[in-house]
């Protein structure tokens, strides 16, 4: 960080504060995976029912039933991949129940999420035909918590086998002639808690029986993820890598933006500043936890040939008042549109191992793309970031050096390595066609800051924006003002012969194109 006489006199006058940064434009090296910008279905609340599905039925204009305002929504963000059915609710669900004429279809009770009655409307055929309309690849998670190995390795042949086998054959009765396209293959989900509360030392041995009878049929080439850790929990990365090692393709590893695990988890719309700091803290502290399981499967697999997955992040406060309890119905701030995009920078950083990311949950959960209510839907602030920041995706990383202020935090409660908040956060890509994109937020409250961008050795001729920003911190899209937190036209950048001059309002997120 820049702790020079210039910035500490600026943070004590209120001036506007100064940040520089020099973007490595010749160093680019590695792609930055579409992955990372995956998306995370759960049967949990509203996430399927009346998120995503309504049926062919309803009177809310849909297309086989799934709602079009989302379907729409969710193409302009460019989805590369969607993990369903759960999280936990992945290890209480039978594929069978799901499959079939509907009004035959077992119901069942979703145990872990309020109790709510599950009718398996929302099975197999609805959910890979989603990702057949959305362009996107299915990541499927399978039972190992309460179902059998006969069970994943039979869900895998009617997916994927397009011979005359069974598990085929009961495909095409249901309507479906080819199989499916599905490479990610999850083998359980949190297997230390809700997926079976497991050791790791039983988890690699089941890991190992159930994957071995996941084949791979007609032309189909599975990606076998296992059950990873949570945050801090070094010693299940430690064991997996040495009792699965290879016998994994990835690792999954969970990380949210929870103040703790009991008791409130802090309102999503109503928080002080000090709130508001320790969570960009708290966000920011995912580098810490990644590099730490990445030592880890460094020792074992120097060449990465095994990925790590963050398969769940995002923000998780208390769920909203009024709604129904166990479905984790939470709005979302211009405070989570800025965990999205501070932990997006940090993705892109370490995408020579984590090759994946999927943001909890799509839908009227934790930190969601979209909420609706009966026909209406809004885009909340996260939405936007994603969908401002998918120019990086499947670009080159630029390497970039940054320095500026930082602000130090006053509330700790479950963090571990962070005390202080840079002001600053960015990330560089350069897309096919030459294009520079640049991602920059500036997270204080009250300053805007003059960012110094050097790109040496890239001629641009134009740059043009867009910018997230609002009034408040706590600004929210409602369904009565779906707009009020949306992005505009950014014009305070000027491009002078290598040098990038920006004037970053207040709490904004701005992307950036040089061409
Ligand atoms: O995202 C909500 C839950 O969080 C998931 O179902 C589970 O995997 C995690 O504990």
């Known amino acids: 960080m820049l702790a020079s006489a210039f910035l500490a006199v600026s943070a004590l006058t209120g001036a506007q504060n100064t940040a520089e940064i020099t973007v490595h434009a010749d160093q680019g090296g590695r792609l930055i995976p579409k992955e990372i910008y995956g998306q995370f279905a759960e049967h949990l609340g509203t996430c399927i029912y009346g998120g995503i599905w309504v049926g062919e039925d309803s009177p809310i ?17 460019k989805v590369p991949v969607m993990r369903w059915p759960g999280g936990c609710f992945a290890d209480e669900y039978h594929w069978r129940d799901g499959i079939g004429p509907r009004e035959q279809r077992p119901k069942m009770v979703n145990n872990n999420w309020g109790g709510t009655v599950e009718d398996n409307s929302f099975g197999t055929h609805e959910f890979l035909n989603l990702c057949e309309l959305l362009g996107c690849e299915p990541y499927i998670s399978g039972n190992v918590g309460s179902g ?3 069970e994943l390795a039979k869900w895998v042949e009617y997916m994927t086998s397009d011979g005359d086998s069974p598990m085929a054959n009961l495909r095409r009765q249901n309507g479906r002639e080819k199989s499916w396209n599905v490479k990610f293959l999850g083998v359980g989900n949190e297997s230390w808690g ?30 076998k993820i296992a059950s990873g850790a949570s945050d801090y929990d070094e010693n299940w990365t430690r064991v997996l890598m040495e009792r699965v090692g290879g016998q994994m393709n990835a690792l999954s590893l969970h990380y ?31 580098e810490d936890v990644i590099k730490r399981h990445c030592a880890i499967m460094d020792q074992r697999d120097p060449q990465k040939r095994i990925a790590l997955f963050l398969d769940e992040w995002g923000t998780w406060w208390d769920q909203e008042p009024g709604s129904i309890p166990g479905h984790l119905y939470q709005q979302n701030t211009m405070r989570d549109a800025f965990v999205a995009a501070l932990s997006l920078n940090v993705f892109h950083k370490y995408t020579d191992r984590l090759k994946m990311a999927n943001i909890a949950q799509v839908a009227n959960v934790l930190q969601s793309m979209v909420l609706t209510k009966d026909e209406k839907m809004v885009l909340t602030p996260t939405y936007h970031v994603f969908e401002m920041y998918n120019v990086h995706q499947g670009a080159t990383y630029l390497p970039l050096d940054l320095k500026c202020d930082t602000l130090g935090i006053t509330m700790k409660p479950n ?14 890509s350069k897309d096919q066609s030459g294009a520079i994109h640049i991602s920059l937020t500036n997270v204080d409250l009250e300053k805007s800051n003059e960012v110094t961008i050097n790109l040496p050795s890239v001629q641009a001729k134009t740059v043009t924006g867009r910018i997230l920003t609002s009034a408040n911190i706590d600004d929210h899209n409602t369904f009565d003002r779906p707009d009020l937190v949306t992005p505009s036209k950014f014009e305070g950048a000027k491009w002078n012969k290598g040098t990038l001059k920006v004037k970053l309002p207040a709490k904004s997120i701005v992307v950036l194109e040089l061409k």
Do not use: Q
């Not at 204009?61 to 963000?77: C, F, H, I, Q, S």
């Not at 929870?258 to 002080?272: D, H, Q």
């Open 61 to 77: 204009p849909n297309t086989n039933g799934y709602r079009n305002d989302v379907l729409e929504a969710l193409k302009k963000l």
């Open 148 to 150: 059998t190995v006969e």
């Open 194 to 223: 809700c997926g079976g509360n497991m050791r790791p030392e039983y988890y690699s041995d089941l890991y190992r029986r159930y994957a071995t009878y996941c084949r791979n049929y007609d032309g189909h080439r599975l990606y």
């Open 256 to 286: 949210y933006t929870v103040p703790g695990w009991s008791g409130s988890k802090g309102s999503a719309t109503e928080f002080n500043k000090d709130e508001y700091y320790w969570t960009l803290a708290k966000c920011l502290e995912v």
């Open 415 to 428: 963090i571990r390595f962070n005390e202080k908040v840079p002001v600053i956060s960015a990330t560089a």
